[in-house]
Each structure stands twice: as structure tokens, then as C-alpha cells.
């Protein structure tokens, strides 16, 4: 925000700053009434994941990995994907559970942050890499 | 009948992301078959499946656009056409008697066999306090199946990380 020369124009950044915390809060209404009405975990994690994809494209790259890098990212998904694991093998040891909200947070929580790795590896790292490449 | 205009709207749209030479009107075209696809899916009668396939749908073209579009694509016209002809006659052909034979045993469209649904209908609010009965089925019942999905997202990650990565790339003359 203090560089205006990277991203986009000052129009679309003001607009971006005033939207993106509706967007990320609509992901997480969408995760939270995911076992009440139509949404769920897989739904509401993309939302949270073009949230995140909004800000960078608006502010360019280093104002959002400054908060959130690969590792981090890569440490959410892992976390998630295993919590996740132990949830739906948990089934075996006793009667039928009653988690569908926790897995649907779970799931939320592997996807958003699975997707923008994903994201982050397709965009911003093959381009180094492959101007690394040219040098 | 709003059904058949929404598929044949998709298709035509299909058709055109093939056969357009420009790629970013290519995706354009291939977004608005994600978008009939939602109307589809709305039509139908399921929500959950129209949240989704919309939101995906816009993030597969944003990272489309972001990260294919200004690459050079190798394009190979020429050589072995025939070839290529023949196995796509072949395929379409095996495609079609096995999806006819498939077909002719499914119950007719709108009268599903309620054998196992009667007792999800029946039974579900009590065994698992959901009211959503469709997240209810994919993430409690059938809750293998969404870890088998977990799992194929967590190998799209770990993959692409390990396909783009710095180190390793090192190029030598």
C-alpha cells in the first residue's frame, strides 16, 4: 500500500481494499453453514482462496506473501489433510459421529489454502523460475 | 426445455473454445460452459453443486488467464492426421455402445430407486443432526469419499510445488 507502483491502478486498489473482507467473511458464512444450508467446506474454502487471490492481483505479490507464504500454506494444507484423516477414520472405533461441521471447517481450511498454493506456484513461481532460466 | 436450450447453449460454446484461434477468447468461451453448467445444475435442483461448480469456474479462469496466456504454446498441425482421425472415430465409437448399453439399465430420469435414500431421508436427522442432507451424505455416510478427494487435492499441491520449485532447475549449456 505505501508502493504505488506495483499492481494494479489506484481505482482498482481502493475498490479491492473495500471488498476483500466481504468476500473472505462470505467464504466463512459459507463454510460455517455449510450442514444447515446449500454450501459446505470445498465451496466455501475457494471463496476464502479468491479472497486471498484478489488481494495479490490487486497489490501485487509481496504484500500478501509477506502474510502468507508457501511455507505456511503448505503447513495448513498438511495439517488439515491429516486432522481431516484421523476424523473420518475415527468412524471405525465407534458409533456414527456427529461432525459434519468440524469436517466441513477442516476441508475449508485444506482447500483455501491448497488452492492458493496452487495459485502461487502456477503464477508467481514458474515465472522466476523461468526468468531465472533466461539469466 | 430450458434444460435442452442450457445444453445446446453449451455446447455451441464448447465448440467455440475449441475452434477459436485467439486463446483469451478461447477461455472466455470456456467459462460461459462453466456458467450454462451452473444454470444446468440449478435447473436440477441442486444448490450445492451450483455454489461450487460457480466458484471453481471463476478461480480455474483467473489462474487460466494468469498463467497461460502470455506463455508461448507449441502448436503441431501438420503429420499424421489419418492416424489421428481413425483413433478418434475409434474411441467415439467404443464411447457410444458402451454408454448405450450403460444407459438402457438406469431407472428413467426423475424416478430414482429409493431403496437406500428412504432410509437416509429416515433416518439421517437423528443418527447425525445435519439438516443439509446433501453435505450430510458426502461428509458422514460416504465419508470415505471425501478423504479420497482430500487426499487427490493434497497430491495436486505437493506435485505442482515439486514441478515448480527454484532448486533444481538449473539449466546448463
Given at each position: 500500500m505505501k508502493n504505488d507502483t506495483v499492481g494494479m491502478s489506484i481505482i482498482v486498489k481502493t475498490v479491492t481494499r473495500l471488498t476483500v473482507g466481504l468476500i473472505l467473511i462470505y467464504g466463512i458464512y459459507?463454510?460455517?453453514?455449510?450442514?444447515?444450508?446449500?454450501?459446505?467446506?470445498?465451496?466455501?474454502?475457494?471463496?476464502?482462496?479468491?479472497?486471498?487471490?484478489?488481494?495479490?492481483?490487486?497489490?501485487?505479490?509481496?504484500?500478501?506473501?509477506?502474510?502468507?507464504?508457501?511455507?505456511?500454506?503448505?503447513?495448513?494444507?498438511?495439517?488439515?489433510?491429516?486432522?481431516?484423516?484421523?476424523?473420518?477414520?475415527?468412524?471405525?472405533l465407534g458409533r456414527q459421529s456427529k461432525s459434519v461441521a468440524l469436517s466441513d471447517i477442516v476441508i475449508s481450511v485444506m482447500v483455501g489454502a491448497g488452492l492458493f498454493v496452487i495459485f502461487l506456484a502456477l503464477v508467481v513461481f514458474i515465472k522466476d523460475s523461468l526468468e531465472g532460466a533466461k539469466k | 426445455m430450458e434444460l435442452h436450450l442450457i445444453l445446446i447453449f453449451m455446447i455451441c460454446a464448447s465448440i467455440m473454445a475449441v475452434e477459436i484461434k485467439d486463446l483469451i477468447s478461447s477461455v472466455i468461451a470456456l467459462s460461459a460452459v462453466g456458467l450454462g453448467l451452473c444454470l444446468a445444475f440449478l435447473i436440477l435442483k441442486a444448490p450445492n453443486l451450483a455454489i461450487t461448480q460457480l466458484?471453481?469456474?471463476?478461480?480455474?479462469?483467473?489462474?487460466?488467464?494468469?498463467?497461460?496466456?502470455?506463455?508461448?504454446?507449441?502448436?503441431?498441425?501438420?503429420?499424421?492426421?489419418?492416424?489421428?482421425?481413425?483413433?478418434?472415430?475409434?474411441?467415439?465409437?467404443?464411447?457410444?455402445?458402451?454408454?448405450?448399453?450403460?444407459?438402457?439399465?438406469?431407472?428413467?430420469?426423475?424416478?430414482?430407486?429409493?431403496?437406500?435414500?428412504?432410509?437416509?431421508?429416515?433416518?439421517?436427522?437423528?443418527?447425525?443432526?445435519?439438516?443439509?442432507?446433501?453435505?450430510?451424505?458426502?461428509?458422514?455416510?460416504?465419508?470415505?469419499?471425501?478423504?479420497?478427494?482430500?487426499?487427490?487435492?493434497?497430491?495436486?499441491?505437493?506435485?505442482?510445488?515439486?514441478?515448480?520449485?527454484?532448486?533444481?532447475?538449473?539449466?546448463?549449456?
Open positions: 459459507i463454510v460455517l453453514q455449510g450442514h444447515i444450508g446449500p454450501g459446505g467446506g470445498f465451496a466455501g474454502g475457494v471463496i476464502v482462496a479468491l479472497s486471498l487471490i484478489h488481494l495479490m492481483l490487486a497489490f501485487g505479490k509481496d504484500e500478501v506473501l509477506a502474510k502468507f507464504n508457501k511455507a505456511r500454506g503448505l503447513f495448513l494444507t498438511s495439517f488439515a489433510a491429516i486432522v481431516f484423516l484421523l476424523i473420518s477414520t475415527s468412524r471405525f | 466458484v471453481v469456474e471463476i478461480l480455474l479462469v483467473v489462474i487460466l488467464i494468469q498463467a497461460t496466456i502470455k506463455r508461448d504454446l507449441p502448436l503441431i498441425k501438420d503429420g499424421r492426421w489419418l492416424f489421428n482421425t481413425v483413433s478418434t472415430l475409434v474411441f467415439i465409437a467404443v464411447f457410444l455402445t458402451f454408454g448405450y448399453f450403460s444407459l438402457k439399465e438406469l431407472p428413467s430420469f426423475g424416478q430414482p430407486t429409493m431403496r437406500v435414500s428412504q432410509d437416509y431421508l429416515a433416518n439421517s436427522l437423528a443418527q447425525t443432526g445435519s439438516v443439509n442432507i446433501v453435505s450430510l451424505i458426502t461428509l458422514n455416510f460416504r465419508g470415505f469419499d471425501a478423504l479420497a478427494e482430500v487426499a487427490v487435492l493434497f497430491t495436486a499441491v505437493i506435485a505442482v510445488l515439486a514441478i515448480t520449485r527454484k532448486t533444481g532447475k538449473v539449466y546448463e549449456k
